[in-house]
C-alpha cells in the first residue's frame, strides 16, 4: 500500500474536518510534493493542494481560504484541515504524489481508498 488516507466522514455545512495521509516511506522521501485530490462520481480527480518538501504550499485558487495542508516528515504524514465546510466539498479525498513535481510517480501511482466526506447544508 503506497497511502492510506484517513479522518473523511460526515458533517454539516459549516464544520472541519482533518484528513490524513500516511505515505510510503520511500515515496515519501524521493517525491518533491504530496498533493490532496478529491473526486465525486462520474467526473475528474481534481487537484485540491500541494505541499513540497521545503514546506511550500500551493491550493487550488476555488479552496485557498479553508483548507490547509500540512506535513510531519517524521511520519510520513501529510494532512488536510477543511474549514467552514460546504455542500460542495463532498467527495472521496485521495493523496498523491505531485503530478506536477512528481510525474513519474505521479503516473506508476496505485490510488488507495481515499476517505469519504460527505457535508450536509
Known amino acids: 500500500v503506497q497511502s492510506r488516507e484517513s479522518g473523511g466522514g460526515s458533517v454539516q455545512a459549516g464544520g472541519s474536518l482533518t484528513l490524513s495521509c500516511v505515505v510510503d516511506t520511500y515515496i515519501f522521501a524521493r517525491c518533491g510534493a504530496i498533493s490532496w485530490y478529491r473526486q465525486t462520481p462520474g467526473k475528474e480527480r481534481q487537484l485540491i493542494s500541494t505541499?513540497?518538501?521545503?514546506?511550500?504550499?500551493i491550493y487550488r485558487d476555488s479552496v485557498e481560504d479553508r483548507f490547509t495542508i500540512d506535513q510531519d516528515k517524521s511520519k510520513n504524514n501529510v494532512s488536510l484541515q477543511i474549514h467552514n465546510m460546504k455542500p460542495e466539498d463532498t467527495a472521496a479525498y485521495f493523496c498523491?504524489?505531485?503530478?506536477?513535481?512528481?510525474?513519474?510517480?505521479?503516473?506508476?501511482?496505485?490510488w488507495g481508498q481515499g476517505t469519504q466526506v460527505t457535508v450536509s447544508s
Open positions: 505541499i513540497r518538501q521545503t514546506g511550500a504550499t
Open positions: 498523491a504524489p505531485s503530478r506536477a513535481f512528481c510525474p513519474a510517480a505521479y503516473s506508476s501511482w496505485t
